[in-house]
């Protein structure tokens, strides 16, 4: 499917009511309006998590009907319990995720996401965002196990094929 800017989107989201999608790399705050780009293209619903101080006025409504979640990273508020909670509330949830948890280069991915999908029972759909190509890959779903290291390295080799928009920081 042909998307705006010259974009291809390879895959499909699923029709299925819950999952997580990962999207990686995120390498810039233009990985914000590729998806937003894709959510309007396909028509979807979509949440996503944002840092709360982005939760002001006049933008504020803008991002929550955008689907935003805003929460604190700057300590431990329990995210995987206020979403996993969120799952078990919602008929139909899907939440949009930067596994890395960051723009900056990072030697290791956030795995709260993980734990969301397993203690939620939600499925994980990896997507990859590829600048260099401008091409927006999509993974089959993938249920995760005991083994959210296992876990992490299947997402890994799916987009880790990408280039983001600033490679030197993936």
Partial sequence: MRLLGGWTLNGEIPDIPKAILPVAPHTSNWDFFVGLMVKLALGIRVNFLGKHQIFVFPIKGLLHWLGGIPVRRDSAHGVVG?????????????????????????????????????????????????????????????????????????????????????????
Avoid at 87 to 103: D, H, N, S, Y
Avoid at 126 to 145: D, E, Q, R, W, Y
């Fill in 82 to 170: 206020q979403m996993v909670d969120e799952f078990a509330k919602a008929e139909r949830m899907v939440l949009v995720i930067a596994p890395e948890g960051t723009r900056s280069k990072v030697s290791e991915w956030k795995k709260g996401f993980l734990h969301i999908a397993q203690q939620a029972q939600v499925p994980v759909v990896p997507i990859a965002f590829c600048f260099k190509n401008k091409t927006i890959n999509i993974s089959k779903p993938m249920l995760v196990g005991e083994d959210l290291d296992q876990a992490l390295l299947d997402i890994k080799a799916f987009t880790n094929q990408a280039v983001g928009k600033r490679p030197e920081l993936q």
